[in-house]
């Protein structure tokens, strides 16, 4: 089953914008981290933000946390093509065993 | 830069037969996973291994599916017999421990069943 939830399921924006990405997830967490995937793709780990931790920043990724609502946004400021792709919020609770969300699937538009 | 490798890429099959996935993680990476993968989702964790043991495969499908990792290196999962349901992507990801968050994903292997 899966614990996270990405809003939007779909994103289209137009280079030189920001994308937003949100999660929301249903039980406490030791932390949160975020993956890309391109098309046909392994996953690639983008950035891990823990559950005593609010905001974290990451060349043209923003982070933040909020515990007491259980969600998570990602923000990728001035957006490039090679941007496009889909984006995972990972729940961690116990043992590293991440549990994932459905993804955003990102197009940026030249 | 090191990689998780996996073969292979692509697999075409018949229902019924059976079919096997290699994954070899970072070097020097105890913990071993298996992802499954349907289109349009999110990965799930069929099973996780800590150097040659089973951590978790709470999720695999024991009826069909096996996994093994015999000198706590390399990896092979099993299906056998396939099912039309068994269609997706098998992600093998390593990490350094147990306790070591990130993982780092392979490119995959597609699996179609007709």
């Known amino acids: 089953s899966q614990q996270g939830e990405e809003d939007p399921q779909a994103l289209s924006i137009q280079e030189g914008e920001n994308a937003t990405m949100n999660c929301s997830y249903k039980?406490?967490?030791?932390?949160l981290q975020w993956y890309r995937q391109n098309s046909g793709r392994g996953l690639v780990h983008l950035i891990l933000i823990r559950s005593n931790e609010r905001e974290k920043h990451s060349g043209r990724l923003r982070v933040t946390l909020d515990t007491s609502k259980k969600s998570s946004s990602l923000l990728i400021t001035a957006s490039r093509a090679a941007d496009t792709a889909s984006y995972f919020c990972a729940t961690e609770s116990a043992g590293n065993m991440l549990t994932f969300g459905g993804g955003t699937r990102l197009m940026v538009k030249p | 830069e090191a990689e998780v490798a996996q073969s292979p890429r692509y697999k075409i099959t018949e229902k019924s037969q059976a079919v096997a996935f290699w994954c070899d993680p970072i070097s020097g990476h105890a913990t071993l996973y298996w992802y499954r993968q349907i289109l349009g989702q999110g990965p799930e964790l069929l099973v996780q291994f800590q150097d040659e043991s089973v951590v978790d495969d709470s999720q695999l499908p024991k009826d069909r599916f096996s996994a093994e990792r015999l000198k706590g290196v390399d990896s092979t999962l099993k299906i056998q017999p396939a099912e039309l349901g068994d269609s997706a992507m098998y992600l093998c990801?390593?990490?350094?421990?147990?306790?070591?968050?990130?993982?780092?994903f392979g490119p995959g292997t597609r699996l179609l069943v007709l």
């Open positions: 990801a390593s990490s350094l421990g147990a306790h070591i968050e990130t993982q780092y």
């Open positions: 039980t406490s967490i030791n932390n």
